[in-house]
């Protein structure tokens, strides 16, 4: 069951968290490290500080994705009294901070140079801090949770029911509109594993290339159309 959309806790749908945020990385089409919510990045000559530029990406309600909402959310993951259990994914970090809203500086304890690749997981994906601090249940409950990705929760019944919508102000361009309807069957032997989902990508995205295709089928979940 979709118990949570909380990407910093960790025990998350993927299927789910991977089509409604976007993080610094994402996986192309042959499971390598590319941009997202990063512009740009660069390293140090040790590689152990990575300067990130982002993008210029609006969250839902239309503010701006800012550097700060990275730290942010990197600071819940690890803090001790949120206690995640996905926090040791963030141990090689040594420090991060924000430049502004469009530039994040992350060091690490030692040379990191797969860090796109560690970066791209949904724990670090960034969060709307205020909100959650307001309204404790929002990702148990789903549809006013503000999002960056390219499909926002419309409707969730518990252990029955989840519909995306999308995003219009999405910059990325041709991304499919899709259904997402749980089935309560049991999950694929195989288990869920981004790099062979959806085309390859981490995202969730139905796209190759910006070319459009088929709804995807999610393992346990039915997939249909919607204008």
Same mark, same amino acid.
């Given at each position: 069951d979709?118990?949570t959309?909380?990407?910093?806790?960790?025990e998350?749908?993927?299927e789910?968290?991977y089509?409604i945020m976007?993080g610094?990385?994402?996986?192309?089409?042959?499971?390598?490290?590319? $941009?997202?919510?990063?512009k740009?990045?660069?390293w140090?000559?040790?590689?152990?500080?990575l300067?990130?530029?982002?993008?210029?990406?609006?969250?839902?309600?239309?503010?701006?994705?800012?550097?700060?909402?990275?730290v942010?959310?990197?600071n819940r993951?690890?803090?001790?009294?949120?206690?995640s259990?996905?926090a040791?994914f963030a141990?090689?970090?040594?420090?991060?901070?924000a430049?502004?809203?469009e530039k994040?500086?992350?060091a690490?304890?030692r040379?990191?140079?797969?860090? $796109?690749?560690?970066?791209?997981l949904?724990?670090?994906f960034?969060?709307?801090?205020?909100?959650?601090?307001?309204?404790?249940?929002?990702?148990?409950?789903g549809k006013?949770?503000?999002?960056?990705?390219p499909?926002?929760v419309e409707?969730?019944?518990?252990?029955?029911?989840?519909?995306l919508g999308?995003?219009?102000?999405?910059?990325?361009?041709?991304v499919?509109?899709?259904?997402?309807?749980?089935?309560n069957?049991? $999950?694929?032997?195989?288990?869920?594993?981004?790099?062979?989902?959806?085309?390859?990508?981490?995202?969730?995205?139905s796209t190759v290339?910006?070319?459009?295709?088929?709804?995807?089928?999610?393992?346990?979940f039915?997939?249909?159309t919607?204008?």
């Open positions: 979709m118990g959309l909380d990407w910093n806790y960790g998350v749908n993927p789910i968290v089509q976007e610094l990385f994402r996986a192309d089409e042959q499971g390598r490290p590319v $941009p997202a919510a990063a740009s990045y660069s140090n000559k040790e590689k152990t500080e300067e990130i530029t982002l993008e210029k990406r609006a969250w839902s309600d239309g503010e701006p994705v800012c550097a700060r909402h990275f942010d959310s990197w993951l690890t803090s001790k009294e949120f206690a259990g996905y040791h141990h090689g970090l040594k420090s991060y901070k430049q502004g809203c994040l500086i992350v690490f304890v040379p990191t140079p797969e860090a $796109p690749a560690l970066l791209s949904y724990v670090f960034p969060l709307r801090l205020e909100q959650w601090e307001v309204e404790k249940k929002i990702f148990n409950e006013t949770l503000i999002v960056n990705g499909f926002k409707h969730w019944t518990k252990n029955q029911r989840m519909i999308n995003l219009r102000a999405f910059q990325r361009r041709n499919v509109l899709f259904v997402v309807v749980h089935k069957q049991a $999950p694929s032997p195989e288990g869920f594993t981004p790099s062979t989902t959806c085309d390859g990508r981490h995202d969730g995205f290339n910006d070319r459009p295709q088929s709804p995807v089928f999610i393992p346990g039915a997939t249909e919607a204008d």
